[in-house]
Every structure is written in structure tokens, then in C-alpha cells.
């Protein structure tokens, strides 16, 4: 039955993804993937990724990566937007250090607030080979 748990293991992981996301930004990537549990629990992991060269000139990527559970959602949510809005208006208030491109920023904390557990049952894959 070798076959059998090869196929119950492939079902099982492909049941776990809900939705997965990755946004390019200069030299990192940063991935968004929600997930359930076996349980049905919903949790998000951001990953951000960079890649490093070593002295010979090879690559490896560089990976961070957060989980964060639908119990936490809104204080996380809450802590980011506030955080945001803490660098924006210091922006506002000194120009000379401003961040150049300010609707990345708008998007990222749209994405947040509108972040409900109902929002994952989307389900988008785009093929990060280009």
C-alpha cells in the first residue's frame, strides 16, 4: 500500500494551501501564503527572502519567516497599521527622508484591513520562474 500513502500525504498537503502570494521588492521577495490546519484553523506565514552570494560567487537564498494565527490577526493588524502610520507621518514631517513610492504601502495596509478569516478561500498560484 506503499502508493496509497504517497497519494493520502500528496492530498493532505495540497488541502493545507488556501492562498499564496509573493511581491518582488528590490532585492527581496517577500511570500504570503495562508494555510489551514487539519482542523480547519487558518494561519499566515510570511516569509521574506533574499539572496546572498558567497566569495565564490555562489547563491543561497537568506529566509525569514514569521506565523502568525487567526487568534492574533487583528493585534497584529492593529500593531502594522500603527507602525505604518508612525513612519508615514514621520515622512510627512520630514520630506528629506521620505519614502519615494508611498502606494506600496497604502496597498500592503488595504490587503490588512480588509484580512478576514472568510478572505482565504481565494485561491491563486502565479508561477514565480520568471
Not at 514621520?90 to 520630506?95: E, L, Q
Not at 490588512?112 to 520562474?129: C, M, P, R
Amino acid at each position: 500500500m506503499e502508493g496509497y500513502d504517497k497519494k493520502e500525504e500528496f492530498v493532505r498537503k495540497n488541502r493545507e494551501d488556501i492562498y499564496s502570494n509573493a511581491i518582488r521588492a528590490g532585492k527581496r521577495t517577500y511570500f504570503f501564503d495562508a494555510k489551514a490546519t487539519r482542523n480547519e484553523d487558518y494561519y499566515l506565514t510570511i516569509t521574506e527572502s533574499k539572496k546572498r552570494y558567497d566569495k565564490e560567487g555562489n547563491f543561497t537564498f537568506e529566509k525569514h519567516k514569521i506565523f502568525l494565527y487567526k487568534e492574533d490577526f487583528d493585534k497584529f493588524s492593529e500593531g502594522l497599521m500603527e507602525a505604518i502610520e508612525i513612519l508615514k507621518n514621520a515622512n510627512d514631517a520630514n520630506p528629506e527622508t521620505a519614502i519615494e513610492d508611498t502606494d506600496e504601502i497604502t496597498s500592503t495596509s488595504e490587503i490588512i484591513e480588509g484580512l478576514e478569516v472568510e478572505s482565504f478561500s481565494q485561491v491563486e498560484f502565479e508561477d514565480l520562474t520568471e
